[in-house]
C-alpha cells in the first residue's frame, strides 16, 4: 500500500505485482497523522510506503503500526525539484540489496570491536580526535530490510556507536563537512528546517569542532559558508548544552541511498564515494529538541595505532550493488519510468 501526502497524489502510481493481492493508494487530508491513516482500515498484514514530507505521516507509535504491518518511511524535499528528488530515492529503494548491507554492517561492527580504540583524522585542516570505549556499543544496527512492528526510514543502511556509556571518551577536534541531517523531537518541520538550511554551508566548506570529555568546546570555520553554520550551532548550544554532546558517529553503508540537498536520511545512510560513510552525531533525542548528524566527509577513520581506514575518506567505494526488485513506485515527472 502507498500512502502519499495530499500534495503529492497525482504525482505517483504502483505497478501491478505478483508479490501483494491487492496494491491500493491512500492520500492523507492535510493534518492527518499516520496513526490516522494506519486506524482508518489499512489492513493489518500490510506492506506499506509512505511518501511526505509532514512529520506526523512518518512517524507512528509501534502499537499502532502492529506485529504484522511492515511500514517504511520516505521523507520528501519541497520546491520544484522534490519530485526528481522522490525519484533518486525511490530508485535505490528498488536497487538496494539488503544482504550486502547485512554483510558490510557486520563487518564495520567486527572491525570497530578489533580496533581498541579509533581516530578520525583530515589532513587538510590536520583535525585528529580519538575515542575509546571499554566496550564499544551499538545503538542501531540496521541490517537494510524493513522489518514488521515499527516504522523505518527509507533508505535504510545505518549503523550508529554509542558513545555515551560509562567509560568512553571522545577528545580532540572534527572536520565536518557534507550534507547534514537534522531530526527533532517536535511535530513541526519549520524549525528543523531552518536549522537545516543554516548548516547547508557544510556542503561546500568544512567547520572544524574541538571537542574535549565527549562535548563541543570550541568551532573554528574556514570559509563564510561554513561560519554561519558555526553561529547557529553556537546559538543552539547556548539554549541547550545537550546539543554539543558527542552522543554517538553514524556510518552509512547503502551505495544506493543519494546524498540529496534536503533534509533527508538518505543523507546519513548514503555511502557517497566511500565504502561506509562517517558523521559525527550531536544531541540525543527525546531529551534535546534536535539531534544533529553532521557529515565528515573528507576524514578517514582508523583503529588506533592502525593505518588503513575502516570507514570514510580513503577506503574504497563498493562496486555497483546487485540489483533486486521491488513493488515499483514510480512518480510523473522522476525520470525513472
Known amino acids: 500500500m502507498l500512502v502519499l501526502e495530499e500534495r503529492f497524489s497525482g504525482s505517483f502510481r504502483i505497478e501491478p505485482s505478483s508479490r501483494h493481492e491487492v496494491c491500493d493508494t491512500v492520500t492523507a487530508e492535510a493534518g492527518q497523522s499516520l496513526t490516522g491513516v494506519l486506524r482508518s482500515g489499512v489492513p493489518e498484514d500490510s506492506d506499506i510506503l509512505v511518501v511526505a514530507h509532514d512529520d506526523g505521516l512518518l512517524t507512528a507509535p509501534g502499537t499502532e503500526v502492529g506485529p504484522h504491518r511492515t511500514v517504511a518511511a520516505l521523507r520528501a524535499g519541497t520546491g520544484p525539484l522534490a519530485l526528481d528528488q522522490l525519484g533518486s530515492l525511490l530508485g535505490s529503494l528498488e536497487k538496494a540489496d539488503p544482504n550486502a548491507l547485512a554483510t558490510t554492517g557486520a563487518t564495520l561492527r567486527d572491525a570497530v570491536a578489533a580496533a581498541g580504540g579509533l581516530v578520525l583524522e583530515e589532513a587538510l585542516t590536520?583535525?585528529?580526535?580519538?575515542m575509546t570505549s571499554?566496550?564499544?556499543a551499538w545503538s542501531r544496527t540496521d541490517s537494510g530490510s524493513f522489518?514488521?512492528?515499527a516504522v523505518q526510514s527509507a533508505p535504510t543502511g545505518l549503523q550508529r556507536l554509542d558513545l555515551t556509556s560509562v567509560g568512553t571518551t571522545v577528545t580532540g577536534q572534527v572536520a565536518v563537512k557534507g550534507w547534514s541531517v537534522v531530526r527533532t523531537r517536535a511535530t513541526g518541520t519549520?524549525?528543523?528546517?531552518?536549522?537545516?538550511?543554516?548548516l547547508s554551508g557544510l556542503s561546500h566548506y568544512p567547520l572544524v569542532l574541538t571537542v574535549e570529555d565527549g562535548a563541543v568546546t570550541d568551532m573554528k570555520a574556514t570559509e563564510a559558508g561554513s561560519?554561519?553554520?558555526a553561529a547557529a550551532l553556537t546559538e543552539l548550544f547556548a539554549a541547550d548544552r545537550g546539543h554539543a554532546e558527542v552522543t554517538g558517529l553514524e556510518f552509512g553503508i547503502n551505495p544506493a541511498a543519494p546524498q540529496l540537498p534536503f533534509n533527508s536520511e538518505s543523507n546519513a545512510a548514503a555511502t557517497g564515494r566511500t565504502a561506509a560513510s562517517v558523521h559525527l552525531l550531536l544531541g540525543s533525542l527525546p531529551l534535546n529538541e534536535f539531534q544533529i548528524v553532521l557529515d565528515c566527509a573528507t576524514s578517514s577513520l582508523t583503529a588506533l595505532g592502525g593505518t588503513a581506514p575502516l570507514a570514510g575518506a580513503g577506503t574504497a567505494a563498493a562496486g555497483a550493488a546487485p540489483r533486486r526488485r521491488m513493488n515499483r513506485v514510480t512518480a510523473a515527472s522522476c525520470g525513472c519510468h
Open 147 to 149: 522489518v514488521p512492528g
Open 190 to 198: 519549520a524549525r528543523c528546517q531552518e536549522l537545516f538550511e543554516k
Open 126 to 130: 590536520d583535525s585528529v580526535a580519538k
Open 134 to 136: 571499554a566496550a564499544p
Open 227 to 229: 561560519a554561519a553554520a
